[in-house]
């Protein structure tokens, strides 16, 4: 399948591989677009895309632009959005309920979301949704093997408006628990520091879906320790208590799980690699490119003829 394939130039997360597991199961056009370009959609395609030659024409661009340009979006062919913030329309914030306006003005495209119940939820709404998890560069990130220092620790952001509920989860859990909570540089440091934490604190409170470092951490060979994102979320990414992850829903409950775990080394180190081997099996980039390839087979739903003025506007650049 030939398709054009639109990512964010710049990115909090390195994509990359995802991007080549992706191109590995289709014929792919991969652009990288600016600022300036997301900006104008409308400008690129005149200049730079010639649609028809396009199976599929893939977003994967900052949803701040994609809901400023709806009228030129309607007349793309072929559409798939992938998704990986559309969880934040569930929630209280300033996108609470942004993404279903946005997809309703675009019901014939294919969403591609990073969450179970997201995507449920979404299809609930009537909308063409997908579930495609996050995961992990599994070429940047691996067990080494390390001596795991230090014993509770969180790595990543707090500061977000959208993490709200990932600061207060991880203060509970900090007035209770002796946890590091820091950041680092991207690559090695980020890899070695991953392999030095014993119990990785995933706390996706209020989220309702796993962030891509509770993927990360697994990989390193860390317990993760993941905020519950509920039955269906685990049953869907194969997450099971004290077997394979500790699921907490408040620091009491982290805390008495840790207990357990201190108490019973042999335990721990069997959830650690039962882990691992998840992460390793199913949530690497390559493995989820192939799966987005699949996602984008199915036949799309039939998008209306353009009207008078939208394919005036295309002929004209207007």
Known sequence: MKILLLVQQEQRVILDRLYDGIAAHTDCDLRWLGREDQANLRR?????????????????LRFKQEIRQVPFIR??????ILEHDACQNYFPGKYQ????????????????SSGFTVSQRLREEGF?????????????LRNLGLERDIELAFVGSTKSSV???????????????QLLITRTASGDEYLRTLNRIRFFVGADAGIGEYMIKNFEAMACGCVLCAN??????????????????VLYRDAAELS???????????LAARIAAAGQALAEREY?????????????????????PLGVIERFRLQFGV
């Not at 309920?97 to 294919?110: E, I």
């Not at 519950?228 to 992850?245: I, P, T, W």
């Not at 008495?256 to 042999?266: I, S």
């Not at 980039?285 to 209306?304: T, V, Y």
């Open 44 to 60: 690129y395609f005149r200049r730079n895309v010639r649609v028809d030659d396009y199976e599929r024409i893939v977003f994967f």
């Open 75 to 80: 007349t793309v062919p072929n559409l798939v």
């Open 97 to 112: 309920g942004k993404f279903s306006c946005h997809y309703a003005q675009l019901p014939w495209a294919r969403v591609i």
């Open 128 to 140: 063409d949704a997908v579930f495609v998890p996050k995961g992990y560069d599994q070429t940047m």
């Open 163 to 177: 993490y709200t509920g990932r600061r207060r989860m991880l203060d509970e859990i900090a007035a209770r628990e």
């Open 228 to 245: 519950d994102q509920g039955a269906g979320e685990n049953a869907a990414l194969g997450f099971r208590d004290m077997e394979n992850v």
């Open 256 to 266: 008495a799980k840790l207990a357990v775990l201190r108490e019973d080394a042999g």
């Open 284 to 304: 690497r980039f390559d493995r989820l490119g192939e799966k987005i390839a699949l996602a984008l087979e199915p036949p799309l739903r039939p998008r209306p």
